[in-house]
């Protein structure tokens, strides 16, 4: 078979697909109003897991996971506007991790609301100016987020899903030549965890790196300079148009950073791969033991903690603590029960999530 014949079966094909893709929307479109009828809820990652799973267990072909994912997280997305289009806020700039993060879940045709800062993600769902926030919990090679475990603790909001991201930092330049380059942007950040790549591939005596608040920033300067590079995201490099010198340049290929999807009101249906948080607030953390018998009863009922961080009480002279606490289950489940009508008060619980792994 020629090129021309394959390139008119690739036609025929994708006309199939928009075709089924199509039909597949008009019975969104009717999903959308018997939602829209009952109040129900739009976002629902644990139906979009189970259809995940379930596409994974049939497939024959080549694709893997990660492509099925892709491509149909961007159908979910397509289809959640059909259905209710809502609005997400997240942790700007434009271009930022946190954006790859948001727009893997809620896709390229959502309405986005780029915000500053972390308090101000909270406060916009908070608020209803936005249905769903995105802000990121911690980094595998960096740690928590203390920002967004404190806001956890202090506002009234939901965890409705996480997303675990790579993160692969690409090398971008307008230039074809390293010779040519004299200076480098990115966050500080990004230059430690790409020193290798720095090391090298470049001679730091005749190129200066200048850190700036952000990866988007350095794409944005990068794109404007023909003698300048930026490290930053694949997606910082779309937006302003930067060609990609070299990707994946992170010196770990096991760095990835976790993000919370937070909305108002949201309790996620019970599935078979559940995650809880909570905050514990207990009382007189100081007398001895009183975490410990903390976590025995979790260890007693044969509940599998996964986190616990802790954090000091604001405004208090003895260095008292609460904790970010998480672990496998569902707050439905019977022994999750008991646990948090044992201690009452003292726990906050703040969502119960398919986990992802």
């Known amino acids: 078979m020629d090129l021309l014949a394959l390139r008119n079966k690739i036609d025929d094909l994708d006309n199939q697909l928009l075709q089924l893709l199509n039909e597949r929307m008009e019975v969104v479109r009717q999903v959308g109003e018997l939602k829209r009828s009952s109040n129900a809820i739009i976002y629902r990652p644990e139906r979009e897991k189970q259809i995940l799973d379930r596409l994974e267990k049939n497939n024959s072909g080549l694709l893997s996971r990660a492509a099925i994912d892709a491509i149909?997280?961007?159908?979910?997305?397509?289809?959640?506007?059909?259905?209710?289009?809502?609005?997400?806020?997240?942790?700007?700039?434009?271009?930022?991790?946190?954006?790859?993060?948001?727009?893997?879940?809620?896709?390229?045709m959502s309405e986005y609301l780029v915000l500053p800062t972390i308090h101000s993600v909270f406060e916009s769902v908070e608020t209803g100016r936005a249905k769903f926030g995105v802000v990121p919990i911690e980094n595998n090679q960096e740690g928590i987020v203390v920002e967004t475990v404190d806001y956890l603790r202090e506002k009234n909001l939901t965890i409705v899903a996480e997303v675990l991201l790579p993160i692969n930092f690409s090398f971008v330049s307008q230039s074809d030549?390293?010779?040519?380059?004299?200076?480098?942007?990115?966050?500080?950040?990004?230059?430690?965890?790409?020193?290798?790549?720095?090391?090298?591939?470049?001679?730091?005596?005749?190129v200066e790196i200048i850190p700036v608040d952000s990866t988007s920033r350095a794409a944005k300067l990068?794109?404007?300079?023909?003698?300048?590079?930026?490290?930053?995201?694949?997606?910082?490099?779309?937006?302003?148009?930067?060609?990609?010198?070299?990707?994946?340049?992170?010196?770990?290929?096991?760095?990835?950073?976790?993000?919370?999807?937070?909305?108002?009101?949201?309790?996620?249906?019970?599935?078979?791969?559940?995650?809880?948080?909570?905050?514990?607030?207990l009382p007189n953390t100081n007398r001895p033991g009183i975490l410990y018998d903390f976590l025995k009863d979790f260890n007693d009922k044969g509940i599998n903690l996964t986190k616990i961080e802790s954090r000091p009480v604001r405004g208090e002279a003895n260095f008292r603590a609460w904790f970010l606490v998480e672990f496998l289950g569902h707050i439905e489940d019977p022994s999750v029960q008991e646990i948090m009508h044992k201690y009452g008060t003292h726990l906050k619980w703040l969502g119960s999530y398919v986990r992802v792994s």
């Open 72 to 108: 149909f997280f961007e159908i979910f997305a397509v289809s959640r506007n059909l259905e209710l289009p809502e609005r997400v806020a997240y942790l700007g700039p434009e271009g930022s991790f946190t954006h790859q993060a948001a727009e893997g879940r809620f896709g390229a």
């Open 177 to 206: 030549s390293l010779k040519d380059i004299k200076r480098i942007y990115s966050k500080d950040i990004a230059f430690r965890q790409c020193g290798k790549f720095i090391k090298e591939y470049l001679d730091e005596e005749q």
């Open 222 to 281: 990068a794109a404007k300079e023909p003698d300048a590079a930026a490290i930053c995201s694949s997606i910082s490099a779309r937006i302003f148009g930067v060609p990609m010198l070299y990707e994946n340049i992170e010196d770990s290929d096991q760095n990835k950073t976790r993000f919370l999807i937070l909305a108002k009101d949201i309790v996620n249906a019970k599935s078979e791969e559940d995650k809880t948080t909570i905050i514990a607030n």
